[in-house]
């Protein structure tokens, strides 16, 4: 594998990292909404229709941020299984055609 595959793998795994510390603190901000709406709920009904509309704008997000964690695994994924049969052709004397520029 050469270094420039090795270092865009390095990084979409960061970016998989991040992106799970990112739904992960999400999650953790729900549960504080969600309290926050308990205690809330016989003061002020303004509160509780901003809170609504801010915990479905904050699915959203995760929604996004969850897909894109997906997709950075299946690449990851796919890159492993790619050099699997490369080392797997390389053992029966064949290869991948690479178009050299």
Known sequence: M????????????QRAT???KMVNRWQDSHTHCLWQ????????PYAILRMQDT?????????KQL??????????????EHQRYQQEL???GKAF?????
């Open 2 to 13: 050469s270094v420039e595959k090795m270092a865009r793998v390095e990084e979409s795994f």
């Open 18 to 20: 991040e992106l799970k």
């Open 37 to 44: 709406m308990t205690l809330s709920q016989r003061r002020n």
């Open 55 to 63: 915990m479905v704008q904050e699915l959203a997000l995760a929604n």
């Open 67 to 80: 897909l894109m964690v997906r997709q950075a695994a299946l690449h990851q994924l796919f890159e492993k």
């Open 90 to 92: 390389n053992q029966l």
């Open 97 to 101: 055609y690479v178009e050299r520029l």
